[in-house]
Nanobody, 121 residues
Framework: QVQLVESGGGLVQPGGSLRLSCAASGSIFSIHVMAWYRQAPGKQREFLALITGDGSANSADSVKGRFTISGDYTKNAVYLQMSSLKPEDTAVYYC???????????????WGQGTQVTVSS
């Protein structure tokens, strides 16, 4: 079983920055990909960015240039550096991972519990 725990959310003023962290724990043999999503009230969950096990990163056009994903798989962790935040970035931010828990096992997809980011003056 894999657990994902996000941290780093909070209240920030427009134009400010935040760095979210997500740590994976439990049975981890290999990490295929870790990603960030967000969900604003009344909206569908939205993909933001991902980083693969070999370090390749990709992000949604809506956040390119403002959000940067990075990973430290020696710590089973992924980060999301967010800058130039806008009120419309207000949402619950979720960590997602596809992880093989044991040698020969089927990869499993896990979600964290989410961390609230509020952008407001």
């Amino acid at each position: 079983q894999v657990q994902l725990v996000e941290s780093g959310g909070g209240l920030v003023q427009p134009g400010g920055s935040l760095r979210l962290s997500c740590a994976a724990s439990g049975s981890i043999f290999s990490i295929h990909v870790m990603a960030w999503y967000r969900q604003a009230p009344g909206k569908q969950r939205e993909f933001l960015a991902l980083i693969t096990g070999d370090g390749s990163a990709n992000s949604a056009d809506s956040v390119k240039g403002r959000f940067t994903i990075s990973g430290d798989y020696t710590k089973n962790a992924v980060y999301l550096q967010m800058s130039s935040l806008k009120p419309e970035d207000t949402a619950v931010y979720y960590c997602n991972a596809v992880i093989t828990p044991r040698l020969g096992a089927t990869p499993v997809t896990s979600w964290g519990q989410g961390t609230q980011v509020t952008v407001s003056s």
